[in-house]
């Protein structure tokens, strides 16, 4: 089954505490793009991927990191999260030109 | 620069109702127009793209959208609402120039027995 997949789905730490958010997809996708969904906000990318060791900054990168050493994972990265990164975080590919996005079923994030 | 706004961030309908949520994009070239949906817990699912082929999109659950480059919209209907379509739906924008996605702040639906 073609699928976006993230882990964990749910998450609590304490701030400053490193923590990373795994996704990995099985489509051969190219094109993978981490987003934050906050009420009132809408989607807000945080970091997209348009291949193996290219990755570029979205509307709101600061305080996160991210990685691509492989087609199929794309890892979100916070060295030192805070509480305003408490949030539900969204991993998702594509393929080529305007292809929709597939979508994981999302991480929820509390820092305290 | 491309931009999406969804009027309306909770619209209420009752069972059977036509289901209307209204969506503009701005982009000075053509467009490509994607609705999504969005259930409890869950990720955001594909309802229906537009891609230049045809002006109406028929997308899954019944649900279609018009593209009116005159109005610069692409409005999501439904003849009749069923409590199954409650969720937060979101339109978003791309074209293209390059591979970014604009999404809309969401129109969450609620419908009424």
């Known amino acids: 089954e073609a699928q976006v997949t993230q882990n964990p789905r749910y998450l609590i730490t304490v701030t400053g505490k490193k923590l990373t958010v795994t996704c990995s997809q099985n489509?051969?996708?190219?094109?993978m793009s981490w987003y934050r969904q906050d009420p009132g906000l809408g989607l807000r990318q945080i970091y997209y991927?348009?291949?193996?060791?290219?990755?570029d900054k979205g509307d709101v990168p600061e305080g996160y990191k991210v990685s691509r050493k492989e087609k199929r994972n794309f890892p979100l990265i916070l060295e030192s999260p805070s509480p305003n990164q408490t949030s539900l975080y969204f991993c998702?590919?594509?393929?080529?030109?305007?292809?929709?996005?597939?979508f994981g079923n999302g991480t929820r994030l509390t820092v305290t | 620069a491309q931009s999406v706004t969804q009027l309306g961030s909770h619209v209420s309908v009752s069972e059977g109702a036509l289901v209307l949520l209204r969506c503009n994009y701005s982009?000075?070239?053509?467009?490509?127009l994607f609705w999504y949906v969005q259930y409890p817990n869950q990720g955001l699912q594909l309802l229906l793209k537009?891609?230049?082929?045809?002006?109406l999109v028929k997308g899954i659950n019944g649900f279609e959208a018009e593209f009116k480059k005159s109005e610069t919209s692409f409005h999501l209907t439904k003849p009749s609402a069923h409590m199954s379509d409650a969720a937060e739906y979101f339109c978003?924008?791309?074209?293209?120039?390059?591979?970014?996605?604009?999404f809309g702040k969401g129109t969450r639906l609620h419908i009424l027995p």
């Open positions: 978003a924008v791309s074209d293209v120039r390059d591979d970014k996605i604009i």
């Open positions: 998702a590919s594509r393929g080529q030109g305007n292809s929709p996005l597939h």
């Open positions: 991927s348009m291949n193996v060791e290219v990755t």
């Open positions: 489509m051969n996708h190219e094109y």
């Open positions: 537009y891609t230049s082929a045809a002006t």
């Open positions: 982009s000075s070239v053509p467009p490509y």
